[in-house]
């Protein structure tokens, strides 16, 4: 029976609240992987804030234990059961409950479900797909919801308006800033290190950098209309606060909590200005959107860009790199070569 290396959790629960967790990378074997019709040989994950999370030991992401984390994967595929996949195809998957409520990527072995599988498109490499990962492909979901309601690069630009992404110079924040400065977008950047960043989000694409202090704090139900669209990834005050600065008719996408889950808000945006607010659910996103999200990624994200953003680590620095993205000291996009 293979054996390989994993990142294992596991945590004691007394009334809905941790008590004891454990995180460390240790040798299973495949009896420990759960139910599938696919396996993979998996040689990229990456390091998302639910990992992190999860790593941890903060509520809300493990929901079995033990676990093993990583919300995506990146491999070629050695079993199947399903008839659309074969050996040798090289796939990748985001979210759809790994990391979460079944095993993860965060190993050299995952076995997972075929249907949530997309074939890693001919133009990326292992290595640039997991650098897109989930927070790239939240990302671009988002750009897809402003797309699908209007928005438009060059009216953007000749309103004088732009684009607002929050949380920045985080993974989800790194890639929407090159995704929509790539499409032509005028896009305002909001971060908690704007000097420290503004070299970084700049490269990126950003033409503005303004510091989240500006929308952090509780604001008026509306306020100065400032943005055609926005990609947010914080939450709470200042979701509450882009919707008032949203002009009329904008979209504004929630795909984060960052900052809480809570959304002290009032309707006036909505109807006084015919705001709409979507949010954007990456693990349960159908085939079909998964499908189109990853064919518009290989063609509008700067591969250049993607490495700007990207370090690599390997999967015995993850748990300590976990501690280092709580603590908002990583930016961009960490990937995990988890045979290294």
């Not at 249907?115 to 490499?125: G, K, Q």
């Not at 797309?147 to 309103?159: M, S």
């Not at 015919?274 to 063609?299: F, Q």
Request: glycine content about 10%; some cysteine.
């Amino acid at each position: 029976m293979t054996d390989f290396r994993a990142i294992v959790i596991e945590q004691e629960t007394e009334s809905g609240r941790i008590v004891a967790h454990t995180a460390e990378v240790r040798r299973v074997t495949d009896a420990f992987l759960m139910a599938g019709d696919v396996t993979v040989a998996v040689e990229y994950s990456d390091l998302n804030f639910k990992d992190a999370l999860a790593i941890g030991g903060r509520p809300g992401v493990a929901r079995t234990t033990p676990l093993i984390p990583g919300i995506d994967l990146v491999g070629v595929v050695e079993e199947s059961e399903d008839e659309r996949w074969r050996p040798g195809d090289r796939v990748v998957l985001n979210g759809d409950g790994i990391g979460e409520s079944h095993h993860g990527g965060l190993a050299e072995r995952a076995r997972v479900r075929g249907d949530a599988l997309v074939r890693v498109p001919d133009v990326l490499s292992s290595e640039q797909a997991a650098a897109i990962g989930t927070a790239g492909f939240t990302a671009m979901l988002s750009v897809l919801a402003l797309e699908r309601n209007g928005l438009d690069p060059q009216a953007v630009a000749d309103a004088g308006s732009s684009v607002l992404v929050t949380g920045a110079a985080g993974g989800v924040g790194s890639v929407a800033v090159a995704l929509l400065a790539k499409l032509g977008y005028p896009v305002t950047a909001s971060t908690g290190r704007p000097e420290e960043q503004a070299e970084y989000l700049t490269d990126l694409g950003a033409s503005a950098i303004i510091d989240r202090a500006e929308l952090s704090d509780p604001g008026k139900p509306l306020q100065r209309q400032r943005w055609a669209g926005v990609v947010d990834a914080v939450g709470s005050h200042t979701l509450a606060n882009a919707l008032a600065q949203t002009t009329y008719g904008g979209t504004v996408t929630a795909c984060g909590l960052a900052q809480g889950s809570d959304l002290p808000a009032t309707v006036m945006p909505f109807i006084l200005r015919g705001v709409t607010l979507v949010g954007i659910n990456s693990v349960e996103a159908p085939i079909a959107l998964r499908e189109t999200a990853w064919r518009r990624l290989a063609t509008d994200l700067d591969t250049e860009a993607l490495a700007a953003m990207t370090a690599f680590i390997p999967l015995a620095e993850t748990i300590g790199a976990a501690d280092e993205l709580l603590a908002g000291r990583l930016h961009g996009r960490t990937v995990v070569d988890v045979r290294a």
